[in-house]
């Protein structure tokens, strides 16, 4: 029987990230997928706009989804707005299965105070959470320090779990100096790195999104925590390789036939 995974996220208008790119991986692991779509991001301006839906329409999507489809695990992207986090809450309150919490905070500069409050709001997401994926920035603002190199990233992910996390993947990415791209994996008993050579292709928007998106996959699937961590850093690195150019010289990941092959078998 098909499983079905729900992703509560923004909607990414380029397809990079956000639900769309969740969807993909979603089926390419054959899982169905479902959306709740907490705002629309576009480019104005050459910067990203973000329009929030209303948390009460948030709220009837993920009350149909309840009513008529078993879910078998949940993926959360970018929610943005306190009320819609107060509801994805009490959504996660009694559900079994895997929750992959990728915790997106896309601000202004000037946005601080609301900043601040947000992070507390998402922080009471994370004991619902099976492990947490945040990138580099995303782990400096909840951990409150910088991080430079790689123990910096180890003393991050020990203050993150601190906070109420199972478990937690940093996902380094480029950021860091070195010939690596390194994540780190923590869940207060082991530590692991999983790391690869960096790549030259710029394809690397909705990177963060997939590798979350396809940890949530492979736990459905039935893999443990750290096997599920590095296939989908597998499944990643390959999606960068084989990524698509935007007018601009960025680029998106992408998962075709020939991605899929090599990564599920």
């Keep these: 029987m098909t499983k079905t995974v729900l992703t509560i996220a923004g909607s990414d208008t380029l397809a990079g990230g956000g639900l769309q790119s969740d969807i993909k991986v979603f089926e390419n692991h054959q899982l169905f997928g479902l959306t709740a779509i907490t705002c ?16 009460s329409l948030l709220q009837e999507q993920l009350t149909t989804i309840k009513d008529h489809l078993n879910v078998d695990g949940i993926k959360i992207g970018l929610i943005h707005q306190l009320e819609s986090l107060e509801i994805v ?13 990728d915790p997106v905070m896309a601000f202004k500069e ?5 900043s601040d409050t947000y992070r507390e709001k998402l922080i009471e997401l994370f004991p619902f959470a099976t492990i947490i994926t945040p990138n580099l920035k995303e782990a400096e603002i909840l951990a409150q320090q910088s991080i430079t190199n790689l123990d910096e990233m180890a003393l991050a992910a020990r203050k993150i ?49 997939s590798f979350a998106s396809a940890i949530t996959s492979n736990l459905v699937l039935g893999k443990e925590l750290i096997p599920a961590i590095s296939k989908s850093k597998d499944y990643v690195y ?9 007018k601009n010289g960025e680029g998106n990941v992408w998962f075709g ?5 090599e990564v599920m078998t």
């Design 40 to 55: 629309v991001a576009v480019v104005n301006n050459h910067q990203f706009e973000i329009n929030d839906l209303s948390p």
């Design 89 to 101: 809450k009490s959504f996660l309150r009694g559900f079994v299965g895997p929750i992959v919490l």
């Design 110 to 114: 000037t946005d601080r105070v609301y």
């Design 161 to 209: 779990l601190a906070l109420g996390a199972r478990s937690v993947v940093i996902k380094g990415g480029e950021r860091l100096s070195g010939e690596l791209a390194s994540d780190l994996f923590y869940d207060g008993e082991q530590s692991e790195f999983f790391s690869k050579p960096k790549l030259t292709q710029a394809a690397i928007n909705g990177a963060g999104c």
């Design 238 to 246: 390959q999606g960068i390789k084989n990524g698509i150019t935007l």
């Design 257 to 261: 036939d020939s991605v899929q092959t």
